[in-house]
């Protein structure tokens, strides 16, 4: 019978159910040695957010297959040094959905109707009732910055109060919208200028920490309100300080930082901010769902059954071995893709032609997948649950294998639908690890894929590579490398630049504002 270490505090169901399977260690009160010393004998580990799991204590794990997170975020387990060893790590981030978006809500009441504030005063013996006259929601509109899983059931309960809601999401495809009565909005100026209370659910990425700055502060409408139970750090909390102060934002509610616990955070000294400790997640009901649900990922990946929630992928075994250049291909394909496509995808064909048609294109897939969601969800996207995220956000996924290829020995292209409109992008391997990219929206390119790039579509005309290499020049941004296609002559065409170092947003809208320059987009590669 296997043995589990359970660390942290789960529902006393779950432990009776892991009981019912496996041999269970409980460790809550267990100290580093205590605990150093069992993680040697185990084969599971479930921990939840306050548990560090590092290379220090993964080396001590001689048997340990699968480590579970009861809950969302893993920033507290060495996922790298997981993945060398081969143990698989998996996670819960549909267990708070319901608990997060309702804790929204009672933050949105609570904001709107002053109630924290009257709650202290009448503590200190006054009854104030001018002092905290407040708002009804009924008529206000919602912004909703991020239609996901929390910010979709925040929507549909929005809507029940009678509020107008519009929401930003330009990765959703039109029917999510539409189906729950939501405005769309065609970017996030035009949800700031009208929305009277923000709310914001949308994942925290290294391309952009930051959803609401200092460009976004200058478009919010006079008087609005600002939700964040999302993530710390999407709001610029110095900016938000003050304009709450200068009287622009009237208020806001936090239950994320920037740096948890908020030490010396001027925010908590402002009357017309309210405050909760993280608690998005915690309910019983959350808790119970949290505890079951690891409890079962986790026996199904010792009984060598897949789980929707894994978070890693262990790159050992043959099949593994057959197509890791076809999966490299397929992550690059994946995040490049997200970034040049300018418009919400409702339909992504994925065609195998030549040597990968015969492999296994399903695991091939999903690694594409996996990288062209992950910038754009909220949950952990990983190899196998990227196709029922696809699913859930309305995507329609279709898979074509051709083993006939012209001028290639193998090709990926994929065509990603919206509507009537589309984009194009299509990789080889040329050898073993040589990776490109040999076609962006139906542009024939022959491109080294690299960190930083800049994709620019432009006017086939002289002058046009010297105007984008001056201004580079003028910003100090070195070229590494440059790719130029077109259709035909005298037509449009691209130039993709390979780049030393990050393109800031000036120097793209300077080189997309020349004349005969369609687009530009700076695209980032992770390693």
């Not at 904001?111 to 924290?116: A, F, S």
């Not at 200058?218 to 999407?234: D, Q």
């Not at 740096?259 to 400790?277: A, D, G, R, Y």
């Amino acid at each position: 019978m296997y043995k589990v270490l359970v660390k942290e505090k789960i529902s006393d169901a779950a432990i009776s159910y892991l009981e019912e399977h496996a041999e269970v260690i409980i460790g809550y009160d267990f100290g580093e040695e205590e605990f150093f010393k069992n993680i040697e004998i185990v084969d599971g580990l479930i921990i939840r957010s306050g548990t560090k799991v590092t290379k220090e204590l993964l080396d001590r794990a001689r048997n340990l297959k699968v480590i579970g997170r009861a809950g969302t975020g893993v920033d507290n387990i060495d996922i790298d040094e997981a993945t060398n060893k081969g143990i698989i790590v998996v996670n819960t981030p549909d267990s708070n959905t319901i608990s997060a978006a309702e804790h929204t809500l009672a933050l949105m009441f609570a904001l709107v109707r002053n109630i924290p504030q009257a709650y202290i005063s009448m503590r200190d013996g006054k009854w104030e009732r001018k002092r905290f006259q407040g708002k009804e929601l009924a008529g206000k509109t919602l912004g909703v910055i991020g239609l996901g899983r929390i910010g979709y059931e925040v929507s549909i309960r929005a809507k029940g109060l009678k509020m107008d809601v519009i929401a930003y999401d330009p990765y959703m495809p039109d029917k999510r919208f539409e189906n729950a009565g939501i405005k769309r909005a065609r970017d996030l100026k035009s949800l700031l200028t009208v929305s009277d209370i923000i709310t914001i659910h949308v994942p925290k990425t290294k391309e952009k920490p930051e959803v609401i700055g200092e460009e976004e502060f200058k478009y919010i409408k006079e008087g609005a309100y600002i939700i964040n139970c999302a993530r710390g750090g999407l709001i610029n909390e110095k900016l938000l300080y003050e304009y709450i102060r200068n009287g622009k934002v009237r208020g806001a509610a936090l239950d994320v930082f920037t740096k948890e616990p908020p030490i010396n955070n001027p925010l908590l000294e402002l009357p017309n901010v309210i405050f909760t400790p993280h608690l998005g997640a915690s309910t019983s009901e959350a808790q119970y769902r949290a505890g079951l649900n690891i409890v079962k990922s986790v026996l199904d990946i010792l009984n060598g059954d897949f789980t929707p929630n894994i978070v890693n992928l262990p790159h050992t075994g043959e099949h593994i071995e057959k197509i890791k250049d076809f999966i490299k291909l397929a992550e690059v394909m994946g995040s490049l893709f997200v970034q040049i496509s300018k418009m919400p995808v409702d339909e992504i064909i994925i065609e195998y032609m030549g040597e990968p048609s015969s492999l296994n294109t399903d695991i091939i897939g999903r690694f594409f997948l996996k990288e062209f969601l992950t910038p754009i969800v909220q949950d952990v996207v990983n190899y196998v649950n990227s196709p029922l995220i696809a699913k859930r956000r309305g995507i329609n996924i279709k898979e074509i294998k051709n083993p006939n290829v012209k001028d290639y020995k193998n090709l990926i292209k994929v065509i990603g639908h919206s509507g009537n409109t589309y984009n194009t992008l299509a990789g080889a391997v040329f050898e073993k690890g040589d990776l490109r990219i040999v076609m962006i929206d139906d542009y024939p390119i022959d491109l080294m894929p690299s960190e930083n790039m800049l994709v620019i579509t432009n006017m086939d005309k002289p002058g046009m590579i010297g105007k984008v290499g001056t201004i580079l020049g003028k910003y100090q941004i070195n070229i590494a490398g440059l790719r130029l296609g077109r259709i035909k002559k005298g037509g449009m065409a691209k130039i993709v630049l390979n780049l030393d170092n990050e393109v800031p947003r000036d120097v793209i809208l300077e080189i997309a504002g020349q004349e005969g320059i369609v687009d530009a987009i700076f695209v980032k590669l992770q390693d």
